[in-house]
């Protein structure tokens, strides 16, 4: 990478960069403009699409970022220009076609002087380009691309380099090379909108760049029209698709206007296709352009190469962090086309790039879907003159016989390579569209990337992930045909969940994928580690893991982020959930492992190609972390959620068995990210994610009380230990969720708490008659509920178990999520503990013991206390305290003591510091500790004589926040409760008043201030006349000073002097007043209707919109409110203060002493046994299925998803009479009339064949049936042709010769046997400078050749016939003649090699598969090839290939020599090699050497002596004057191994003789 490409990114964070790719050079060009704030600029920087991605970026930083890429333009893009003027012998243009006025002064007087041959390669020269920066169409909207201009040289890196880094386009998933037809032609409208729709829909699903010549014609406009008309749609908008049209600078029309030395941005390009002539115009829905420059004019296809070159390097890299080790997929679509469009097929083809073929579309597109279809033996010459005079109708004339049978050869050599040929039939694929036919067809194709089995099905589903595409995974990767392992998924998995991909999340759940197996704790580091780097929890991390006061990881992920740790997560889940939870993920200890930790760092950015890699990344991670995930549900639940990933988080939370406490846990940590995060479409998607599962929580919990009341509330009282050992109900009050606390069920189980051992229904008046009279409790006037409970259960002692019928105990296991669960979870367990009736001291206990009697106790109490404290401040506060003083002074301190009890008092466990934090939290409490501190300052203060008074004062004032303290006092109650909080709210409300009415209060006594009194030096009379005499004017009181009736001297002092009274207005030396009249009234008028009128009416808004939205929401709000006040008298000792001393003093004996204290049962946590708690887990699952069965019932049944289903069974239909508008009756008829035929058709091709084989007529001669193309007709003849071999050599007859220039003269099928005559067959002759000077036969059964080996070397066409005296390849003609790089004219001997050895196990015996033993052959890996066998070509006198004799040493070559004899020939015979011509071909003798148990050397060939087994060998080789590395290896002999399918004939001959698995 350059460097200015970092600069540029350094301008910026990387948050920045991620979030908004910052566009670069979006400014004027500097020489154009003198100042950076000239006004035409800046509305050029306006109309620039980075000007609105910056926002906030200033002009200044747009124009630095230009200067950067003009720099990197200039150093690393040209052009090419002409340096020598040479003219046409007919016009007045040069050579290169550009006229006199596009050449320099010095390149015309060169061609003027010196009069040479004009030479592409001498009289061009590249020099920087000048076409560069935005492109706006005229006309055409605020359409702005991208162009540059380029040489045909350029390198494809530089190229791909500018795309991503300076034009900002994500690398893409797939790379779809768009070709056809380059003038404008007809598509049906039909088959238009099918190709518009497909095109778009698989670039915007999978990612995709699209590229095109990018002229305005053709196919290229098709193309554009799809880009124009998925902006239009609405369902597009925000998906950006990348359409990059290719084409030669050349042939561009107004190109002129594109050019500007240090580029331009943007360029007006006006499309005119009148005056265009022969050029052609940009394509204005591109997004993007390189011009292609060779230097000349007016010549098309100059930009082939390059565009082959940059697609070819583009498909060499890697995808995205989570896909790592998969290349980019490319896809050749082809939409009509001529003969220049079946020459780029055949090129894709060869370079192993799928081809997809529109049928209908037509020309070449049409003949090649017909053709694709019929065996390769009925694709004959007759056959392709058949196709031509058809769909080229008009231009039949101009193909000549040579031409016809080009393209039968090409055309044959496509059909044959069936995996990556792809006919899409628009008018026969009714369900499947142009996308899934792309998509299938790179799916097809991947099979030759020498991917097999297992290895092949991997490769495919990473496409499918990459592409995201589950409909793809599931019709063609996840079928019944093929096995999955839960194993090979799970890097698919991860790379799925990094994604943000729920729909094959879903899908690898479906097949099997089990998240305790898949989640350790390895791989959820991984997971947090690869958090986007601009979200808020990716800061909250980063901000932990910089915190740490010692650092445990000191490694850097790229240098950028700090490693995450889990207990960095468990730190920030803590702070968004609050201090009442336990830390979920344990902290590291041990110094060692930290040690040891920090010697791997991890790579979290990369996700290893092989399941090997995955386990062998993080093996240093993995013995820190050695326990499994506890449950992996709640992690990945809190991994999707803290992302707001809200799909993934809801496959999750269905997987997850604890349900409502993660609703709850989740609405708790979207709601505190919400209050945090700065954007605020974010902040609102989060609130509304919160009320989701707020909503989730409430729904699943109504049904649980529903189903049974008493295990519905277990749920909210038990500890969970998997949030942290925190409860259901404080989960809810710390998310402060109103409707959930507001539930029948929650509510119910409060009131029970609240009433204690009492029945609900006592009234107040009985309970306060018992707390006078306390004899009274042993008598019928209050009720206990157990004998309530008692008395109904006689009642109804049957009724549960006629709702609840046994269940058999052998019923199979109930699968929640991926847990196994027993039905009889489903039936009602008794809850009841003890049913006994209650003792008399036992109810004398539960009636003080119960909240509600706590309650009214400490209410009596406290009024007491505040009868006590008035009586002293009003009649009894002497100087010296009296004994009710000190009476009160003690009542104080134990409400001080109990406030010091609450403050330490940790039945829950939390521990001194979350405890106090839970403590401080409450604004009651705080209160509390205020008023006791104040009353703490008056105390003192008024034991001294100085300060007595002022003591006294601060005790009134104190006396009031105890009065105050009342009001919570009454929060329990329904009728006061919600009114007090309406207090509190208007509290609020009323601050802002405050704030607007000091505003106008100090406005206007400051003003008037000024304008009546000069000078006023007294600060209490400043202050009564800018503040008090203002505030009290609001209520109607209003001064007389401010006019001229009101004045009276003797009401004020002249002079200050008199301090009981105000200064005197100004005046004059008559007393009379001088201050403007007019202006002090005109002011108090405007005071008035601020403050009086307009304030006030504010406040009463105010007051009455929080009015009512309290009033709404009373019952909620009062509810919600309870839990708090409930909670705090449960856990009060039962004596109110002061007798709660006595309390206070156990409690501190017991603590001295170290005596454990007897606990109090707690109701509002209980920890259950694990069978209890799996049992009421299970139960709540088993509900929450029934949950969301109607949940999507009544989601189904909702009024807009009715009416999305009518909309699209109304589209299905459309559809439907689109494609047969005739009636179902009709295809029908139609359907049974081609299954008639083809069954007839395969009849007479089963006679011809049969006739054919007896020698009854020629295969030539025989006609061809040409069947109707179906699904079932194509897929019977593949498996025919699989079943045939070809009936010619095939790879001999490839058009180009390997590793050269030359092209093979074309030699169709039917051609090729030396008895068929082949007028006009003049190969081109070829002998390389390599093949040696021995131009003899290689056998002396060939014909001598001839010494002169003259014309043999020449690469050019021989004219004359092929001499009889050569030797002819046996198989026929190859289209090309001479030795090409063969040795040896006839046949060139060679040798396969197969050596073989039984495979060992561990205990050194043969291992066995299928009852047969396993075989492994050696194999061997040059640099840059796949593995193959130790063979190769034989030279004079040698026994043994090249290969052989450098992985054997002396002593295992003397050793295979005697092996010889012993050896097995598998096969002996004529190879279909590449390297043949007409005159010389390679002859093989494949030989198997079996080492035997008893050989010396079995354990011996991979470590050349060594004691190793089975292990790779690299053996140093010197390759084009470098030294390079060959690779030695035993390969076991099984099917899908690519190597194994290379050599399948010699194999399973192999394998027979050995009687071994295969």
Request: charge should be neutral; glycine fraction near 6%.
């Amino acid at each position: 990478m350059c460097e200015g490409t970092t600069e540029v990114i350094g301008m910026c964070s990387s948050e920045e960069q991620n979030v908004n790719r910052l566009y670069p050079l979006q400014a004027e060009n500097f020489d154009q403009c003198k100042t950076m704030y000239n006004s035409d600029v800046l509305n050029t920087i306006k109309r620039s699409p980075s000007f609105i991605k910056t926002g906030q970026s200033s002009a200044k930083a747009i124009f630095k970022e230009q200067d950067h890429f003009r720099k990197w333009v200039h150093e690393n893009l040209r052009k090419k220009e002409c340096t020598y003027f040479a003219k046409k012998q007919t016009g007045s243009v040069c050579e290169c076609g550009y006229s006199r006025d596009y050449h320099t002064e010095e390149a015309i007087n060169l061609g003027c002087l010196r009069g040479e041959k004009w030479n592409s390669t001498k009289h061009l020269q590249q020099v920087p380009t000048d076409a560069f920066g935005d492109i706006a169409f005229e006309g055409q909207g605020q359409k702005i691309g991208k162009y540059v201009r380029v040489s045909n040289d350029t390198a494809p890196k530089t190229l791909y380099h500018l795309m991503t880094k300076y034009w900002r386009l994500n690398p893409p998933h797939l790379l779809i090379s768009v070709t056809g037809g380059a003038k404008n032609f007809h598509l049906k409208p039909s088959l238009r909108f099918m190709f518009r729709r497909g095109l778009i829909k698989v670039a915007q699903s999978t990612g995709a760049w699209i590229i095109t010549g990018g002229s305005f014609a053709g196919v290229m406009k098709h193309v554009g029209e799809a880009v124009r008309h998925c902006k239009m749609t609405s369902g597009c908008k925000g998906k950006q698709i990348v359409a990059i049209g290719i084409a030669s600078w050349g042939i561009v029309h107004n190109r002129e206007n594109l050019t500007g030395g240090e580029g331009i941005f943007p360029v007006d390009y006006y499309m005119d296709e009148a005056n265009q002539g022969s050029l052609s115009c940009l394509d204005y829905n591109h997004t993007h352009f390189i011009l292609v420059d060779d230097g000349t004019h007016g010549q098309y296809g100059v930009e082939i190469s390059l565009r082959t070159h940059l697609e070819k390097y583009i498909s060499k890299q890697r995808m995205g962090a989570e896909d790592v080790g998969i290349e980019i997929p490319i896809v050749c679509v082809v939409l009509e086309g001529g003969p220049g469009t079946l020459n780029t097929i055949h090129s894709a083809m060869d370079n192993g790039t799928p081809c997809v073929i529109v049928e209908g579309s037509g020309r070449v597109a049409d003949v090649l879907a017909n053709a694709a279809g019929l065996p390769i033996a009925q694709i004959t010459i007759s056959f392709i003159q058949k196709q031509l005079r058809m769909f080229f109708a008009e231009s039949y004339n101009t193909f000549s016989e040579q031409k016809i049978i080009s393209w039968t050869k090409k055309i044959q050599d496509i059909v044959r390579m069936r995996e990556l040929l792809t006919v899409f039939r628009a008018e026969k694929s009714r369900n499947d569209e142009l996308d899934v036919a792309i998509l299938q067809a790179l799916l097809k194709a991947s099979s030759l990337r020498g991917q097999q089995g297992q290895e092949n099905l991997d490769h495919q589903l990473k496409l499918a992930v990459a592409w995201n595409r589950v409909d793809i995974a599931k019709s063609n990767i996840f079928t019944d045909d093929k096995q999955w392992k839960p194993s090979h998924l799970h890097q698919a998995m991860f790379a799925a969940l990094v994604g943000d991909k729920p729909g094959f999340v879903e899908l690898f759940l479906e097949n099997g994928v089990n998240l305790r197996e898949f989640l350790s704790s390895e791989i959820l580091v991984r997971l947090y580690n690869n958090i986007p780097p601009y979200t808020l929890l990716y800061k909250k991390l980063q901000k932990v893991v910089k915190g740490e006061k010692q650092p445990q990881i000191s490694d850097r992920v790229d240098g950028k982020r700090n490693v995450v740790l889990l207990h960095h997560v468990s730190i920030v889940l803590q702070e968004l959930l609050g201090e009442f939870t336990e830390p979920l993920y344990k902290q590291l200890q041990d110094v060692q492992e930290r040690k040891k930790f920090t010697i791997a760092p991890i790579k979290v950015n990369i996700l290893p190609s092989t399941p090997q890699d995955m386990q062998s990344t993080y093996f240093k991670e993995s013995e820190i972390y050695k326990e499994e995930a506890e449950d992996p549900e709640r992690d990945l639940f809190i991994w999707a959620i803290l992302q707001k990933r809200k799909d993934l988080a809801s496959i999750f939370w269905e997987q997850a068995m604890d349900s409502i406490d993660s609703s709850l846990v989740a609405c708790k940590i979207l709601k505190k990210m919400s209050s945090e995060e700065n954007d605020t479409d974010l902040s609102e998607e989060m609130e509304e994610l919160a009320q989701e599962y707020e909503d989730r929580a409430i729904g699943l919990y109504t049904e649980c009380y529903r189903k049974h009341a008493k295990r519905a509330q277990k749920l909210l009282i038990r500890v969970s230990t998997t949030w942290g050992n925190t409860t259901c109900l404080r989960l809810a009050l710390e998310a402060e969720s109103q409707k959930f606390m507001a539930l029948g069920g929650v509510q119910a189980l409060l009131t029970k708490i609240w009433w204690g051992e009492l029945s609900v229904d006592t009234n107040t008046w009985q309970v306060l008659l018992c707390l006078l009279l306390w004899p009274i409790i042993y008598s019928n006037l209050i009720t206990f509920r157990r004998d309530e409970e008692n008395r109904k259960k006689k009642l109804s002692s049957n009724s549960e178990l006629n709702d609840n019928p046994p269940v058999d105990g052998n019923l199979n296991l109930v699968h929640i999520g991926q847990h196994s669960i027993s039905p009889t979870a489903l039936l009602p367990h008794s809850d009841d503990q003890d049913t006994k009736p209650l003792s008399h001291w036992q109810q004398l206990k539960a009636f003080y013991t119960a909240p509600v009697v706590v309650f009214y106790w400490n209410v009596l109490a406290y009024f007491g206390f505040l009868w006590l404290f008035s009586y002293v401040l009003l009649i009894d506060f002497q100087s010296q305290p009296s004994g009710r003083e000190y009476f009160l002074y003690f009542w104080l301190s134990t409400l001080v003591c109990e406030e010091i009890r609450q403050l330490f008092h940790d039945p829950g466990g939390f521990g001194f510091r979350r405890k106090a934090l839970l403590y401080i939290s409450s604004t009651w409490n705080r209160m509390d500790v205020a008023a006791i501190l104040i009353f703490v300052v008056g105390l003192i203060c008024r034991y001294f004589p100085t300060t007595f008074y002022h003591g006294r004062i601060i005790l009134c004032l104190d006396f009031i926040i105890y009065c105050v303290r009342v009001m919570h006092i009454f929060t329990v109650s329904k009728t006061l409760g919600p009114k007090i909080i309406m207090v509190q709210m208007m509290m609020k409300d009323i601050f802002f008043f405050l704030f607007l009415l000091v505003l106008a209060i100090v406005a206007y006594g400051v003003a008037k201030q000024g304008i009546l009194t000069h000078n006023e030096q007294r600060l209490d009379w400043i202050f009564q006349g800018v503040v008090y005499q203002p505030f009290r004017m609001i209520f109607g009181e209003i001064p007389a000073d401010v006019s001229f009736l009101g004045f009276d001297l003797s009401q004020c002092t002249v002079n200050g002097t008199d301090p009981y009274k105000p200064k005197c207005p100004v005046h004059d030396s008559n007393s009379a007043p001088i201050f403007p009249e007019w202006l002090t009234i005109t002011l108090l008028c405007l005071f008035l209707l601020f403050s009086n009128i307009l304030l006030l009416n504010l406040l009463i808004a105010m007051f009455n919109y929080t009015f009512q939205v309290i009033q709404e929401n009373t019952d909620k709000i009062w509810k919600f409110q309870r839990y708090p006040l409930i909670e705090e008298y449960y856990c009060r000792p039962p004596a109110p203060p002061p007798f709660i001393i006595f309390s206070h003093v156990f409690l501190l004996v017991e603590q001295i002493t170290k005596r454990k204290a007897k606990q109090k049962h707690n109701k509002f946590k209980k920890q259950l046994d694990d069978k209890e708690e799996a049992e009421l887990l299970t139960w709540e699952a088993i509900i929450k299925e029934n949950y969301l069965i109607k949940l999507k019932r009544n989601q189904s049944q909702s009024l807009n998803q009715q009416i999305s289903c009518t909309m699209e069974k109304v589209d299905t239909v459309v559809e439907a009479l689109d494609v047969n508008r005739e009636g179902n009756k009709v295809e029908q008829r139609i359907c049974r009339l081609e299954e008639q035929m083809m069954q007839s058709m395969r009849a007479l091709n089963w006679i011809i064949n049969t006739l054919i084989e007896k020698d009854f007529g020629s295969r030539e001669s025989a006609p061809a049936l040409v069947i109707s193309d179906s699904k079932n007709k194509e897929e019977e003849i593949e498996d025919e042709e699989k079943d045939l071999k070809p009936l010619h050599h095939v790879n001999a007859r490839s058009m180009m010769y390997p590793d050269t220039n030359i092209e093979r003269y074309p030699v169709p099928d039917e051609k090729v046997p030396w008895e068929v005559k082949f007028d006009g067959y003049t190969p081109p002759t070829y002998t390389a400078e390599t093949a040696g000077d021995d131009h003899s036969t290689g056998s002396s059964k060939m014909k001598t050749a001839p010494k002169d080996g003259s014309q043999d070397r020449d690469a050019g066409p021989n004219t004359n016939a092929v001499e009889e005296s050569l030797p002819q390849n046996p198989k026929g003609r190859t289209g090309l003649g001479g030795r090409g790089k063969l040795r040896y004219f006839g046949p060139n001997h060679a040798m396969d090699p197969i050596i073989t050895r039984f495979k060992r196990n561990s205990g050194n015996s043969a291992t066995v598969k299928g009852g047969k033993k396993v075989l492994e052959f050696l194999v061997v890996q040059y640099p840059g090839e796949d593995w193959t066998l130790p063979a190769g070509v034989l030279q004079s006198g040698e026994t043994f290939p090249k290969s052989m004799k450098i992985i054997l040493n002396p002593k295992m070559l003397d050793m295979f020599q005697k092996l010889m004899k012993k050896a097995f020939e598998v096969y002996r015979g004529y190879v279909d090699d590449s390297r043949n011509t007409d005159n010389a071909w390679i002859e093989t003798l494949a030989l198997n050497f079996h080492l035997n148990d008893e050989n010396p050397f079995i354990n011996s060939i991979t470590n050349r002596g060594g004691s190793g087994t089975s292990r790779q060998m690299k053996i140093p080789l010197i390759m084009e004057g470098a030294v390079q590395q060959l690779s030695v290896q035993w390969q076991v002999v099984e099917q899908g191994v690519p190597v194994c399918v290379l050599y399948k004939e010699y194999l399973q001959k192999v394998t027979e003789i050995h009687d071994a698995c295969f």
